[in-house]
């Protein structure tokens, strides 16, 4: 049996001493930088370190965004439930790890399993694989097809090189296609000509001992930018149950570029690559034999590793008609000693965004995914199919009509997709926006998307337990994919109203209703023997179907106060209610009323910034959980404060404490989850990052 195992990856001192390599040696190159002579920065890095009480309520409202419709839109005429993550929130977050940082969404749930492993999803249907949320780095999907889901360890994008995090919450599948279910996340990079110069990071806590990032950017002529960057953590365990270790200490590095280059007035190419690799503690409840029948909790070492290549053409056609074309290229590698599987994926995507006269604007576009699965059989997991090729393509259109323009907005799409498991399907949507004025709006939509299956739900056997059986033969319990399994489906219905009011203040209310069927059930089915492999035993099947059905409805606000120059207050909160049912012939008898009372039926967070003076910045976050009643965990509170100084505009210092109101608490216990749940702990970790 093939394991994964990537290279070590060494401590933080031997990490930041690469990093520092990296840095001189591209400072070496011959090229001329594009900053200000005048200035230590590069006008991008000026202005994000500039005095953010200057950022209006109104320029918060007007932040375009592109997840929605695949082209840029003002958030205050986007019709859909968009929350925007800037990087000015992320530098006064604190966060050391993009799903800290979705937290701050109301209407997304954010669980972290162990010091490596989260359970993320939007409006419910929470999990380590959370397979109705489909994630995005720069228009790559890094959602899996062989578990639903996405590993967020492999998924570490500095946070120093984020452009934005657009979070729509509800169905993005007119555009995006099948798996954007409750919603998309779309993780945007900046340029390279926003990265232009020097940057260290470093720093480390009582969690995590060492980070570290170098990056640096130049320009090879007015008309090409480049960046390369290498980052690094090392982060220490949390503790188990029985207030022992939780063997979940993780490390990860990480390597990548990007090159932005104007091939001529009409045409601009993008370049960008990232290597990684990392290992994670974990302890796994399975099986250690079969005969004797033992069940045991094993400490092991989750190794991942993988590269990615993304490629973009913009093209501007004319003032009203630019395309797009962005081909990438992925393979992952991941496992321990009990389960083995690696991913490569081939996708070109083309799109095109036409404005017809002076009340149609459509984009329509092309897609196709190849993709390569490598699974090895083990005790615990194995496939009917260890090596898969599967092949998906697609086409979307959306038209955009100004029935009355500047005032009334209908917006119409539909996606066609076909994949190698279900065939054809159909994803439409409609959205209507009313601007009364420049400071209202107000919006509804009615979509339809779908879940496809992926190889586990198709193929899998997950051998979860081992006991005696009948006639002295071992039995062991499974969960077993079946290759008749659908497509899930959901017709969701959303409204919302956005506001203004007197510079100070806006706000943005969301209210949902979604209806599911052919949902996942697990099915008892009779016992069968089998030999391989050896000795010969009983396997108690239990087959995954669709026989469940059921709604979700909901309410999401969040606010922006400007309650002084120097003071803003962002409110939050968000209420989820979920009823699911089985079909007549179903005997499922637990998976239903789980799955419903595994979310928090209430979330709130309150942010609050504060410019003490010139060079202090204070920012403290306040997060709610409601409980999670099927599996008894219970609510908390969890508080997180961050002291910024910056000294002069090219360095700032950052103290930061994490979790301060409880030394340690548990934030999720589900059945899909393949490590032992860890409590999360208190930390804190100071960091210092120098431009140059």
Same mark, same amino acid.
Do not use: C
């Given at each position: &049996?093939?394991?994964?195992?990537?290279?070590?990856?060494?401590?933080?001192?031997? @990490?930041?001493?690469?990093?520092?390599?990296?840095?001189?040696?591209?400072?070496?190159?011959?090229?001329?930088?594009?900053?200000?002579? /005048?200035?230590?920065?590069?006008?991008?890095?000026?202005?994000?370190?500039?005095?953010?009480?200057?950022? %209006?309520?109104?320029?918060?409202?007007?932040?375009?965004?592109?997840?929605?419709?695949?082209?840029? =839109? *003002?958030?205050?005429?986007?019709?859909?439930?968009?929350?925007?993550?800037?990087?000015?929130?992320?530098?006064?977050?604190?966060?050391?790890?993009?799903?800290?940082?979705?937290?701050?969404?109301?209407?997304?749930?954010?669980?972290?399993?162990?010091? %490596?492993?989260?359970? @993320?999803?939007?409006?419910?249907?929470?999990?380590?694989?959370?397979? *109705?949320?489909?994630?995005?780095?720069?228009?790559?999907?890094?959602?899996? +097809? @062989?578990?639903?889901?996405?590993?967020?360890?492999?998924?570490?994008?500095?946070?120093?090189?984020?452009?934005?995090?657009?979070?729509?919450?509800?169905?993005?599948?007119?555009?995006?296609?099948?798996?954007?279910?409750?919603?998309?996340?779309?993780?945007?990079?900046?340029s390279a000509a926003e990265t232009q110069g020097g940057l260290l990071t470093g720093g480390g806590g009582n969690m995590q001992p060492g980070l570290g990032m170098a990056r640096y950017g130049r320009t090879t002529g007015n008309e090409t930018a480049y960046r390369v960057y290498a980052s690094g953590f090392d982060d220490g365990h949390f503790l188990n149950s029985a207030g022992q270790s939780g063997k979940d200490d993780w490390h990860r590095?990480?390597?990548?570029?990007?090159?932005?280059? *104007?091939?001529?007035?009409?045409?601009?190419?993008?370049?960008? $690559?990232?290597?990684?690799?990392?290992?994670?503690?974990?302890?796994?409840?399975?099986?250690?034999?079969?005969?004797?029948?033992?069940?045991?909790?094993?400490?092991?070492?989750?190794?991942?590793?993988?590269?990615?290549?993304?490629?973009?053409?913009?093209?501007?056609?004319? +003032?009203?008609?630019?395309?797009?074309?962005?081909?990438?290229?992925?393979?992952?590698?991941? $496992?321990?000693?009990?389960?083995?599987?690696?991913?490569? /994926?081939?996708?070109?995507?083309? =799109?095109?965004?036409?404005?017809?006269?002076?009340?149609?604007?459509?984009?329509? $576009?092309?897609?196709?995914?190849?993709?390569?699965?490598?699974?090895?059989?083990?005790?615990? @997991?194995?496939?009917? #199919?260890? *090596?898969?090729?599967?092949?998906?393509?697609?086409?979307?259109?959306?038209?955009?009509?100004?029935?009355?323009?500047?005032?009334?907005?209908?917006?119409?799409?539909?996606?066609?997709?076909?994949?190698?498991?279900?065939?054809?399907?159909?994803?439409?949507?409609?959205?209507?926006?009313? #601007?009364?004025?420049?400071?209202? &709006?107000?919006?509804?939509?009615?979509?339809?998307?779908?879940?496809?299956?992926?190889?586990?739900?198709?193929?899998?056997?997950?051998?979860?337990?081992?006991? +005696?059986?009948?006639?002295?033969?071992?039995?062991?319990?499974?969960?077993? !994919?079946?290759?008749?399994?659908?497509?899930?489906?959901?017709?969701?219905?959303?409204? !919302?109203?956005?506001?203004?009011?007197?510079?100070?203040?806006?706000?943005?209310?969301?209210?949902?209703?979604?209806?599911?069927?052919?949902?996942?059930?697990?099915?008892?089915?009779?016992?069968?023997?089998?030999?391989?492999?050896?000795?010969?035993?009983?396997?108690?099947?239990?087959?995954?179907?669709?026989?469940?059905?059921?709604?979700?409805?909901?309410?999401?606000?969040? %606010?922006?106060?400007?309650?002084?120059?120097?003071?803003?207050?962002?409110? $939050?909160?968000?209420?989820?209610? &979920?009823?699911?049912?089985?079909?007549?012939?179903? =005997?499922?008898?637990?998976?239903?009323?789980?799955?419903?009372?595994?979310?928090?039926?209430?979330?709130?967070?309150?942010?609050?910034?504060?410019?003490?003076?010139?060079?202090?910045?204070?920012?403290?976050?306040?997060?709610?959980?409601?409980?999670?009643?099927?599996?008894?965990? +219970?609510?908390?509170?969890?508080?997180?404060?961050?002291?910024?100084? =910056?000294?002069?505009?090219?360095?700032?210092?950052?103290?930061?404490?994490?979790?301060?109101?409880?030394?340690?608490?548990?934030?999720?216990?589900?059945?899909?989850?393949?490590?032992?749940?860890?409590?999360?702990?208190? %930390?804190?970790?100071?960091?210092?990052?120098?431009?140059?």
């Open positions: &049996m093939r394991e994964t195992k990537p290279k070590q990856v060494p401590r933080i001192q031997r @990490i930041l001493g690469g990093l520092l390599l990296t840095v001189i040696g591209s400072m070496g190159l011959d090229a001329q930088s594009t900053k200000d002579p /005048n200035s230590n920065q590069t006008p991008t890095e000026t202005a994000s370190a500039s005095d953010l009480t200057k950022v %209006s309520i109104e320029d918060l409202m007007n932040v375009e965004v592109t997840s929605v419709s695949k082209k840029e =839109q *003002k958030l205050s005429r986007t019709a859909s439930a968009v929350f925007v993550i800037t990087q000015e929130d992320i530098q006064r977050s604190g966060a050391t790890n993009i799903p800290d940082l979705l937290r701050m969404v109301p209407g997304v749930q954010v669980a972290q399993i162990t010091s %490596s492993v989260w359970a @993320i999803t939007a409006r419910g249907f929470d999990g380590q694989y959370s397979d *109705k949320l489909l994630v995005l780095i720069d228009g790559r999907t890094v959602y899996s +097809p @062989i578990f639903s889901g996405t590993f967020w360890d492999a998924q570490s994008v500095p946070l120093e090189n984020i452009e934005r995090i657009e979070v729509i919450r509800g169905p993005g599948a007119t555009v995006w296609g099948a798996n954007a279910v409750n919603g998309v996340i779309n993780i945007t990079t900046k590095m990480q390597e990548g570029f990007r090159v932005d280059a *104007k091939a001529s007035a009409k045409d601009k190419l993008t370049l960008e $690559g990232d290597v990684y690799s990392g290992n994670a503690g974990e302890l796994v409840d399975t099986i250690v034999s079969i005969a004797p029948p033992v069940n045991g909790i094993l400490d092991l070492r989750d190794r991942f590793s993988g590269w990615d290549v993304v490629s973009r053409w913009d093209h501007a056609a004319s +003032p009203n008609s630019e395309t797009r074309l962005q081909i990438d290229f992925d393979h992952g590698d991941r $496992g321990d000693t009990t389960y083995s599987a690696a991913l490569t /994926n081939l996708g070109a995507d083309f =799109q095109h965004h036409v404005g017809w006269g002076d009340r149609q604007d459509f984009v329509w $576009g092309l897609g196709y995914r190849l993709t390569y699965i490598d699974d090895d059989p083990t005790l615990r @997991i194995s496939f009917l #199919t260890q *090596k898969e090729t599967q092949q998906l393509s697609s086409a979307f259109v959306q038209d955009e009509i100004a029935v009355l323009p500047d005032k009334l907005y209908l917006t119409a799409g539909v996606k066609l997709e076909h994949n190698v498991y279900t065939g054809l399907g159909w994803q439409p949507s409609g959205r209507i926006a009313w #601007t009364p004025n420049e400071r209202n &709006m107000f919006w509804a939509a009615v979509s339809r998307a779908l879940r496809t299956p992926s190889e586990a739900d198709r193929s899998i056997q997950d051998n979860e337990a081992v006991v +005696p059986g009948p006639n002295n033969l071992p039995l062991i319990v499974s969960i077993l !994919g079946s290759p008749s399994r659908g497509d899930e489906r959901e017709n969701a219905f959303e409204t !919302g109203y956005r506001a203004e009011s007197a510079k100070r203040i806006s706000f943005d209310v969301t209210t949902f209703y979604n209806h599911y069927d052919n949902l996942v059930s697990v099915e008892p089915s009779t016992p069968f023997l089998v030999a391989n492999p050896p000795p010969v035993h009983l396997v108690d099947p239990n087959i995954l179907n669709n026989l469940v059905y059921g709604e979700t409805h909901g309410v999401e606000f969040s %606010s922006n106060w400007k309650v002084a120059r120097r003071w803003t207050l962002s409110p $939050g909160y968000s209420f989820l209610s &979920m009823h699911l049912h089985r079909t007549a012939t179903s =005997q499922d008898l637990t998976g239903p009323t789980e799955t419903a009372g595994n979310l928090p039926n209430h979330q709130a967070q309150l942010r609050s910034h504060v410019d003490l003076a010139s060079h202090w910045q204070w920012n403290t976050t306040a997060y709610f959980v409601d409980r999670l009643i099927a599996v008894g965990v +219970p609510s908390y509170t969890r508080l997180d404060s961050n002291v910024i100084w =910056q000294p002069v505009k090219r360095l700032s210092l950052s103290l930061v404490g994490q979790n301060l109101l409880k030394d340690h608490h548990l934030e999720y216990i589900g059945p899909d989850q393949t490590e032992l749940s860890s409590l999360i702990k208190r %930390s804190a970790y100071a960091k210092l990052t120098w431009q140059f």
